[in-house]
């Protein structure tokens, strides 16, 4: 089937696919350049018109290049199935969306990282699903679905730190804020800083241990509280 005809079909991603088997450096350039536009997209990197203009853009070098071309897409055998031959590249966007979750939250919001792991156990068994039986899901509704949970939980997390960002930076200040505050306020403290990557063994060892110190505890709180100045919401 022509190339052009299969790239107005929507099928861009097969088409890179397909002419990244010849080994043609210029179709893996192209190939490598699309996957990125995706990924950096569906991480919510992009705006609409970056996305659309380089994807714009990708299309375009392809049928210069190789437009008066035909490709047997013999990996593909029912039209329907188009719906989901990006299951490699947007499982890929899954996986990283959750894992990064995951990561993130296991430590001080374990909920949230279970209700990620609960989402990349459903990935995975849908990535099983998919190679026991050719037929499943082939109109890619489920496969969607899961996507759709996915993004609304990577969202709903966006939202709640910007919303949450000022009331928590002025909790971290309150607590810190006696002349000597005591373990509990400062572990608390520590606590609602790590949910923004505040790593010190130091502390934490000291907030195991509790010696009974005003110097050490004065000291935490004020690394503390240079720490919550200069919070940034990424």
Known sequence: ??????????????????????????????????????????????????????????QKSILDTYGNKSINLTSITNPNKSAVVNDVIDGNKIESILTIIINDNNRYRPEISDEAIVLLKKYFDYKIKKIITKSFDITGEEFSDLGKDVINLRDRLSTQKTLSLKDIVAKIVRLIEPRVPDYDALKEAYDLCSGYHLIDTY????LQNRPNDNNIKIAIATTIGEFAAKINVK
């Open 1 to 58: 089937m022509n190339i052009g005809k299969l790239i107005a079909e929507g099928r861009l991603s097969e088409v890179l696919e397909e002419l990244c088997k010849t080994g043609d450096n210029t179709a893996i350039l192209l190939n490598s350049r699309y996957t990125s536009n995706e990924k950096d997209n569906n991480m919510g990197l992009l705006d609409r018109a970056h996305y659309d203009r380089t994807k714009a853009q990708i």
């Open 203 to 206: 502390i934490e060892k000291q």
